[in-house]
Structure formats: structure tokens, C-alpha cells
């Protein structure tokens, strides 16, 4: 094949990030906002990469050039680079291809943006050879891609971004699907302040070495915490389930990686009605997650926030997770 196209969804972790990196459990939903990857094979012996977000560049023998967005186009590019090589050099193939992204995710504020474009962007590359890998290896190649930007990935955003739905996932024991009882009314609202979120778990790192014993009771809460919510979910109890979001919240605190417009955010959320409601992914500012106890206050927190200046949106959870 010539052309090819792969699709995958960003994510929110509902519970346990940070301490999924030190082999925690962690909750995590993939959601119906999806990154597009098209490949094509050229004649040209370079890797063309654009996207829609801003930056764009080529890959050849003389290095990286930055066609859009400067220093920042190699950072967000070279891991899709890596992913494109990965395969080709997993296949032993010599070819040139261009790529285009297009994204509907918002980078850098713990959506998951690289790792659905890592995901679908070794997928796509795939495709344009015989022999499909499985969603497995698709992962695996994504993950060690991801692994250029952020060194300490614990992989969790890859998994949920390449199998889809609500899963409960750990280093060691990988993924496994939650069946809940009931639907999730979940809102995403933005601080706007994005961040790196390998710096991010860099400084959470730092945060561990100084503070070991500390830093082993809030991730045995954590992993409590993530206990019960499986559990609250499995039988529907969301207000149980938004309680134990905001005492997921205030351990992400402890550890350094609340922001004060989260802080705003949160106040904003629970006024309108949330059940509760903490960082998603990385934090430093980025995201937050509420969940709502019915879509009409799911409604009315969105509108809370957006009339405070947070851009904010309704989200559902994608079952499908990669589509090639
Ligand atoms: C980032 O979306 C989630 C973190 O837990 C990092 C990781 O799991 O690799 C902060």
C-alpha cells in the first residue's frame, strides 16, 4: 500500500497517576477526541512530518529542519520520527514517507496528545506494508517512541490510547477493562497552562528521593484509593467515586504537582455541582477532571468554567481505541 491512515484517542487517568510510574495502579478512559494519522510512501529518501498543531519539519540525511515552529517542532516531532524508523527498521524497509497529523486533542495538558500520535503513528506506518503487528506490538513500538520525550513513561497512556475504554493498568500486570455500572458524566476543563511531562515526573522524582518514606505512604493511599474506585465503579456509586477523586487530589498536592489555577478550577467544579474532581495526567497545570452526577450538571460545570475563562468540554469514554 501507498497511503495509509491511523486513528487514536487522547485519554483522562481517573485515578493513580504520577505513582503509576513507580508501579502503582492506575484508572485511566480513553475519550472520544481523536489525533489522525495519514502516511504515503515517497520517492524521496527523507521522513516528512505536518501536522495541524503548528509545527512541522523534515528528517534526512543532513539532520532535522524545522519547516514550522522552530525548536519546539523537533521535540514534539522526533518522537513520531522515532516511531516511523522503528518500524521500518523493524521491517528492514528503505523508504521515504510523509506524514500528516491532524489533531484533535489539546497538547500538553495531560490528554495523552503524544502518546495517540505516537500510536497512530507507528500504526499508519505499519499499514503501509504486508503483515499487520498486533495492537500489542503497536503499543510496544509506541511506548519506546513515547520513551524519547518523557524517559520514564510508565506506558499506561499508550495502552489506553491504542485498546480503548476504562481500564485498570500497572507496569507489571498491564491492562485490564472495567466494566462500569452506569455512565461516567465526565468534564474536562483547562487551567491552560501546559506543561512537559517528563519535567513534570522529573520533579516528582526529585520529590521522592528527598522524601522516600513519605512519598511510599501517599502512593499505598493511592493505590487504596484506586481499590475502592474500581469497585465504586463496577457497581455505580459515583458519589463514592467523585469523593475518592478529591482525596486522590490532595495527595497529587502532597506531591508538588497542583498548580493555583487548578486550584481555581477545582473551586469552580465543585460550586457548580461536581462530585469531585482532581488533575488528570501530569498536572502543573493542565487538565481537570470532574465528574457530574447527571449531564445536566456535567452541563452546567462546563458552562461555570468556560464563563470563568477555562476552556472546557463534555467527553464520553471511546471504546474503540486504535483505528487503523
Ligand atoms: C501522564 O499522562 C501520566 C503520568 O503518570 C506519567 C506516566 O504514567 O508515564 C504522570
Redesign the pocket.
Known sequence: MNKSRASAPA?V?LF??????YGNP?ILASINRRLVVDARKIDENRILIKSNIGVAGEYSSLGFKATEGGMEAKTTLDPLYCAAMQVLVARSKKTGIKIAISSGVPPGI?L?SS?AACVSTVAAVNSLFQKKYSRQKICKLAIESERLI?K??????CYVSTFGGLMHYSKTKGFKKIQAKGRLALVIASTGVRHS?GD??AG?KKFKDRNESLFQSLAKQAAGICVQAQRAIASGRHDELGALMNENQMILRQIG?SHYKVDDLLDICSKAGALGAKI????GGGAVIALAASNQDRGKIASRAEGAGYESFEVEIDRKGLIV
Open positions: 485519554k487517568i493513580g497517576e504520577h505513582f503509576v510510574v492506575a495531560g495523552g502518546a518523557h520514564n513513561s510508565s506506558g499506561a497512556d511531562t513534570i515526573v516528582v504537582v488528570t495526567g501530569a498536572g
